[in-house]
């Protein structure tokens, strides 16, 4: 039994970090209703930022920090490059999707011939591996360090998307980009806001992922970008508390689906997840299909 | 030309396959849905392909009948929770669709041979095979376009809620271009593993994905010379230019930029549009000739 609830702290572990990752595609497609699928590349990007900043002799904590802006102006620069163009278009969805993906891909190529294909670790003493034990249950530093981040960057998210009045501003331009403009609002500016934000977030995650399970390479963003988008559709697109608790839950059952099924199987029982949510209410746990960036208090 | 062929005859029978791919992701843009489950469709066939020679030893063509069946039902059983989704929706849930294809074929050691994939398929299928082939499916989208089966996927594309009070059923002909689709890219899938000896899982992944989608984007996603011009350029670029062909994945994901941003229509469609323009402004001004100035300025007549 104390097996059991291991895996399941650690699946709320690591579904804090997946949460981490789907809350910026969530704002993104909340705040512009575009589905970002250059968000792997970014998060890959924040990883590899990290890796070389630390390889270069900065401490961890000062180049998760700078992979954290680094990876942000990474996805300024793909709304700069590949959505601001469209934005003027009608109909754009599929624009933007396909857009995105082209952007992601050139991320991954360019990630690739950097690292020559090679699969890189972060040095062995970059994070001490203490492990304390509570009632039974293990837990290392890097976790608790994990949780700590997580919960102080989604509540530093929520705190400004709620009580600043930038985040009103985001808001407004969520809810009505044209009313926005009338009130004094540019769009734009808000645009790249979020998408720094988004990109921050997922920079971070990339550097914890990253340091986590003691892999980066250029392919590492593909399989949380499938997580996210299960996550987003469990908790509902465009909802930010939805991600949040949609993340842990995917993280318990992926922790849990590893644990006691046979390998590669895990992943197989999310995606039919997917389906299964998208089938029987698309609209996700946070109910209504009209959601917002801030999400719904 | 014969000299050519020989020359470049893996690039050409690698075009000639992209090409039918891309005719696979174009039917469903075609017809409105935001699906980009080529790849897993691709996928299915090559392994039915690959699997029923390798180990039943049946016979190639009849392997690749069953490949086609196999993606017409994926295709079909895939339309069914597609129909209630829209947008964004479909995307996602195609590129999950993708992404199980992938994991399952990692994960079903005991059939397809887990990460090492498949080898030694027999090679069957040549560049004349791939010739018929292309032409087999330019006549069925131009049979296609001819009829009131592709109107209906125009109108569906264009204004879903003018289809319905035409009395086009949506769910109808977006199921059967998903069909096609499916069939259309499990049965390339399979001249895919017939020509090049060997499939793995990793090849119908998110490379693949980009790829096709590129062909149609770059092509045109209406017209119905756009997959086999978007799949050329995609081929030739590459051999023209040395360099790039080390580059050739990043140069799809910037074609996909520059093309949907500054070209949205693909060369195809665009040029297209450009002949109906003239062709109509040639028409009218036969039926009204332009009125001398000084006649206009005159007012009423």
């Known amino acids: ?297 | 030309m014969m000299e050519l062929i020989s020359r470049y005859g893996a690039t050409f029978d690698l075009f000639l396959i992209a090409a039918g791919f891309a005719y696979s992701q174009q039917i469903v843009l075609r017809a409105g849905v935001f699906s980009i489950a080529t790849a897993g469709f691709a996928s299915l066939g090559a392994y039915a392909v690959a699997i029923l020679l390798t180990r039943y030893q049946v016979s190639p063509w009849a392997g690749l009948a069953v490949a086609t069946m196999v993606g017409t039902i994926a295709g079909l059983l895939l339309s069914i929770p597609l129909a209630r989704l829209r947008g964004v929706y479909q995307a996602i849930a195609t590129l999950a669709f993708v992404e199980i294809i992938v994991s399952l074929m990692y994960f079903a050691d005991g059939i397809t041979n887990g990460a090492a994939g498949i080898h030694s398929i027999p090679k069957v299928v040549g560049t004349p095979h791939l010739i018929v082939a292309l032409c087999v499916v330019l006549y069925l989208f131009h049979a296609i376009g001819r009829t009131g089966m592709g109107r209906a996927f125009d109108v569906i594309r264009q204004d879903e809620t003018v289809g319905l009070t035409l009395g086009v059923s949506v769910t109808r002909y977006q199921a059967l271009a998903f069909v096609l689709s499916g069939a259309l890219g499990a049965a390339y899938g399979g001249l895919l593993s017939l020509n090049t000896y060997s499939v793995d899982p990793g090849q119908f992944g998110f490379e693949f994905v980009v790829a096709a989608l590129a062909a149609v984007v770059l092509g045109g996603p209406r017209n119905m010379w756009g997959p086999v011009i978007g799949a050329a350029v995609l081929s030739v670029l590459p051999e023209l230019a040395r360099p790039l062909a080390e580059y050739r994945p990043m140069l799809h994901g910037v074609l996909l930029v520059v093309i949907i941003t500054f070209l949205p229509h693909g060369i195809a469609d665009s040029i297209a549009a450009a002949r109906q323009n003239h062709r109509v402004r040639r028409d009218l001004e036969k039926l009204a000739p332009p009125v001398p100035a000084s006649v206009s300025a005159g007012g009423a007549k």
């Open chain 1, 1 to 297: 039994m104390t097996l059991f609830f291991q895996q399941v702290l650690n699946g709320l572990i690591s579904g804090a970090v997946y949460a981490l990752f789907a809350l910026g595609f969530t704002l993104i497609f909340g705040v512009q209703k575009v589905l970002n699928l250059a968000h792997a590349g970014v998060f890959m990007a924040g990883a590899f930022i990290g890796y070389y900043l630390v390889s270069i002799g900065l401490p961890f904590w000062l180049a998760a920090i700078f992979a954290m802006l680094g990876a942000g102006l990474v996805s300024v620069l793909v709304d700069l490059l590949a959505l601001r163009q469209l934005r003027t278009r009608r109909n754009a969805e599929f624009a933007a999707i396909v857009a995105t993906i082209g952007v992601d891909f050139v991320l991954i190529s360019i990630a690739q011939i950097l690292s020559k294909t090679q699969v890189y670790r972060f040095p062995f003493d970059t994070f001490p591996a203490v492990f304390f034990t509570f009632g039974g249950l293990r837990i290392s530093l890097l976790q608790i360090v994990i949780v700590v981040t997580v919960v102080t960057l989604v509540l530093a998210m929520m705190y400004y998307l709620k009580w600043t009045t930038y985040g009103r501003q985001v808001r407004a331009v969520a809810s009505n980009d044209r009313a926005a403009k009338l009130l004094g609002i540019n769009p734009n500016l808000i645009y790249t806001q979020t998408f720094f934000i988004a990109g921050a977030l997922a920079g971070m995650a990339g550097v914890l992922i990253g340091l986590s399970f003691n892999s980066i390479h250029f392919m590492m963003g593909q399989p949380y970008m499938l997580y996210a988008f299960v996550i987003v559709v469990l908790g509902g697109l465009g909802s930010v508390p939805g991600a949040l608790a949609a993340g842990l839950i995917i993280g318990v059952i992926r922790t849990l689906g590893i644990a006691y099924f046979p390998a590669g199987m895990a992943d197989i029982v999310i995606f039919l997840l997917l389906f299964v949510i998208l089938l029987v209410k698309p609209s996700g746990l946070a109910g209504s299909a009209a959601v917002n960036a801030g999400g719904r208090r």
